[in-house]
């Protein structure tokens, strides 16, 4: 007896599907990168501020618990300035505000000149060192505690990383920079710097 | 009943013989794809591994210097994010050529992955009327601002969507990447991508000999042939080895930042905590992985 001829259509259909099928399952490459093609595996990203609590260590700012300390290279001292002493050891102590005649006079003071002078962050009595307002004495590798001092979210966001440029690697070590090597401490104001060459315009008639 | 019509034909003169074994011929051509040449991302890794050492063979020939190619894989348990602080930014474009260096762009055609756009204060952010051909002479000018865009590594990219062959796919470290031999230069991606980050070799790219970087990825800064599309790739070649891109390092002022999104002790999770952050386009839903903020 003759099959129905609708029984050869059923299992020339039934071939091609199970085909496809299995091309579909053994991952053939299809020539369209259809939409989720793309990403090879999912990832979990956790929404924004889900880690509040984890803060970086080095953001702790109660008083009194020991902060870690960033390797900075060595302030960017003018040659032969550094060590201090080796001039003012002699010297008497001159505390009274006024212009500079002697000496230092290439420097020219403009950061809160109204308010502050020399004396309010160098230690009068040892110029090797810088001094906080508590009268702690900090060395010039640490300067960044005593700018720190009036700008204070500056230098939570510097240890975090944020402020400021660091070298290394992302996963692992980094060097910090000092306040002092991007910002004068005498004129910290950035001075304008010349652009780069803007791209050429596209043009109509050549790439 | 006579023999022709027993033999049902379909709308269009078609018979169910010849429909299935037409539709059969062409299953088993589908399948015998998978026998010809594979995109980068397919193959075996001692097949990729062959195919580098080619890429290295013809580069030093065209070169006449030893040129390094790596494969390093994604790192396990990266998720690459980047920041760029708005309030930071002067415009000096030192960032572009940075990258033009790192990245072995082409001198001539000239080709910027990066394009600093200048933008007014008063406004505010608005594409149309931001203005990359600046020139100044000193930056930042009075009452403007800087918005650098290159590839913003979207999670829901519109260009991977588009590519009709597959050349590129977002890797697991969230870096979106072309291989640079299966794109067939339709620039489809290019017309989906609504940051304009994507770049095209309408002509030979000239790179001076003097001016390779020897250290190359094969998704990344290798010398790219004419007819390809390119963009930033975070630097892959530097950041799957531990380092900064070229662009970070660089900056004068320190407005960028880069990260691991999955370390909660990173910079880029601290910026996301902490700061006011935005990102471009928001309403096309991207959701880019480079992140504007401002650090004040």
Not at chain 2, 75 to 102: H, K, M, N, Q, W
Not at chain 2, 168 to 182: C, L, R, S
Not at chain 2, 286 to 291: A, E, G, M, S, Y
Request: some cysteine; proline content about 10%.
């Amino acid at each position: 007896m003759k099959a129905p001829p609708h029984a050869a259509w059923l299992a020339g259909s039934l071939a091609v599907a199970g085909v496809v099928a299995v091309a579909g399952v053994a991952g053939v490459p299809m020539p369209r990168g259809a939409s989720g093609e793309g990403v090879a595996r999912r990832s979990s990203l956790e929404p924004p501020g889900g880690h509040a609590a984890a803060r970086s260590p080095s953001s702790a700012s109660t008083p009194g618990e020991p902060e870690e300390r960033p390797e900075v290279p060595p302030p960017p001292f003018t040659d032969g300035i550094f060590p201090c002493s080796q001039c003012h050891a002699d010297m008497p102590v001159d505390r009274r505000r006024r212009p500079l005649e002697a000496m230092h006079t290439d420097i020219a003071l403009r950061h809160d000149e109204e308010h502050r002078w020399c004396l309010d962050c160098h230690d009068a009595e040892d110029r090797d060192w810088l001094h906080l307002a508590s009268g702690e004495r900090v060395p010039f590798d640490e300067s960044y505690r005593l700018c720190g001092q009036c700008h204070g979210e500056k230098l939570r966001d510097w240890r975090a990383g944020v402020h400021g440029r660091r070298k290394g690697q992302w996963n692992g070590h980094k060097q910090y920079l000092l306040c002092a090597h991007c910002h004068n401490p005498h004129e910290p104001r950035f001075k304008p710097l010349e652009p780069m060459p803007a791209p050429r315009r596209p043009s109509r008639t050549a790439p | 009943m006579d023999a022709d019509a027993a033999a049902v034909q379909g709308p269009r003169g078609v018979t169910r013989r010849r429909f299935t074994s037409c539709a059969a011929a062409a299953a088993a051509g589908w399948i015998l794809t998978a026998c010809g040449p594979k995109r980068l991302r397919e193959m075996p890794p001692n097949r990729l591994k062959q195919a580098i050492a080619e890429l290295e063979r013809r580069y030093a020939e065209q070169f006449g210097t030893g040129v390094r190619v790596s494969d390093a894989g994604p790192l396990p348990g990266v998720e690459f994010a980047y920041a760029l602080d708005l309030s930071r930014c002067i415009g000096c474009r030192r960032c572009v050529y940075a990258c033009v260096e790192e990245n072995n762009q082409s001198r001539d055609p000239q080709v910027h992955w990066i394009r600093v756009l200048s933008m007014e204060k008063e406004k505010g952010i608005r594409f149309p009327e931001s203005d990359p051909y600046y020139e100044p002479e000193t930056v930042p000018e009075e009452g403007r601002f800087y918005v650098p865009v290159s590839c913003q590594q979207c999670r829901n990219a519109p260009c991977t969507k588009t590519c009709p062959t597959g050349a590129t796919w977002v890797e697991p470290d969230g870096i979106v990447v072309i291989d640079y031999d299966w794109c067939i230069g339709c620039r489809c991606c290019m017309a989906a991508c609504p940051y304009g980050a994507r770049h095209f070799n309408w002509r030979e790219p000239s790179l001076p000999r003097d001016a390779l970087n020897p250290e190359t990825h094969y998704l990344g800064n290798r010398p790219r042939p004419r007819g390809v599309v390119e963009k930033c790739t975070f630097c892959i070649q530097r950041v799957r080895a531990g380092r900064y891109p070229a662009c970070v390092e660089v900056c004068p002022v320190g407005a960028r930042k880069f990260g691991n999104l999955l370390d909660p002790k990173s910079e880029i999770r601290y910026i996301i905590e902490h700061k006011r952050v935005l990102v471009l386009k928001q309403d096309l839903n991207t959701l880019p992985r480079f992140f504007y903020f401002y650090g004040t």
